[in-house]
């Protein structure tokens, strides 16, 4: 079966790190493309970026270039989502997403992690 | 604001058909395939059409996917309780560079 398993929910204080994980099983790791997804308390989707754990190709949506970091250890077969100084407006659940890509254009988020939830206070 | 623009909410009895728009331009819907993702109440999102109009596997028939322009169509018909969801249009945008979602329809079966 096909698993996207993430960690824990995080409460964390503003100015500090985090980096949350994903690890995938059941499919061919270094195959797929990965991404994260934002969705901020009771409003919709937003993708924050993807990255290829074959080569650690990474994309960013141009809305969180800069303030994320994304990441792969094959190893593990685990992608990170990480943050340097986080902030109150980080609170959020971020989904870790499997992605399957027709072309350049055409892809889609095939299955979908249970989330994290991060609350960041002030 | 969303770049992909959805209805806030849509509502229908038991057994009736719903349709959700998602309107875009022609930098998203009007050039790339879109899909659709249900996501029920405390859950993660789950994929329901992917290239315009195609089920994943599990997926019942009485949902399906079209799309003319620069507009996609989510149908939904003999709607059940199960079905009230929120539900998100998703697609690239060229000019964005940026993979958007739409803002999300809320389904109630009344």
């Known amino acids: 079966e096909v698993q996207l398993v993430q960690s824990g929910a995080e409460v964390k204080e503003a100015g500090e790190s985090l980096k949350i994980s994903c690890k995938g099983s059941?499919?061919?790791?270094?195959?797929?493309?990965m991404g994260w997804v934002r969705q901020m308390p009771g409003k919709g989707l937003e993708c924050m970026g993807i990255?290829?754990?074959?080569?650690?190709?990474?994309r960013y949506s141009p809305s969180f270039e800069g303030q994320v970091s994304i990441s792969v250890d094959k190893s593990v077969s685990t992608a990170y989502l990480q943050w340097m100084s986080l902030k109150p407006s980080d609170t959020a659940i971020y989904y870790c997403?499997?992605?399957?890509?027709?072309?350049?254009?055409?892809?889609?988020?095939?299955?979908w992690g249970r989330g994290t939830l991060l609350t960041v206070s002030s | 604001q969303s770049v992909l623009t959805q209805p806030p909410s849509v509502s229908a009895a038991p057994g009736q058909k719903v349709t959700i728009s998602c309107s875009g331009s022609?930098?998203?819907?009007?050039?790339?395939?879109v899909s659709w993702y249900q996501q029920l109440p405390g859950t993660a999102p789950k994929l329901f059409i992917y290239?315009?109009?195609k089920r994943p596997s599990g997926i019942p028939d009485r949902f399906s996917g079209s799309k003319s322009g620069t507009s996609a169509t989510l149908g939904i018909t003999g709607l059940q309780t199960g079905d009230e969801a929120a539900y998100y249009c998703?697609?690239?945008?060229?000019?964005?560079?940026?993979?958007?979602f739409g803002g999300g329809t809320e389904v109630t079966v009344l």
């Open positions: 997403v499997l992605i399957v890509v027709v072309t350049s254009t055409n892809w889609y988020f095939d299955l």
């Open positions: 059941g499919y061919i790791f270094t195959s797929y493309w």
């Open positions: 990255i290829h754990p074959g080569d650690s190709d990474t």
């Open positions: 022609s930098s998203n819907i009007g050039s790339n395939y």
């Open positions: 290239e315009d109009n």
């Open positions: 998703g697609t690239w945008d060229g000019s964005l560079r940026a993979w958007v």
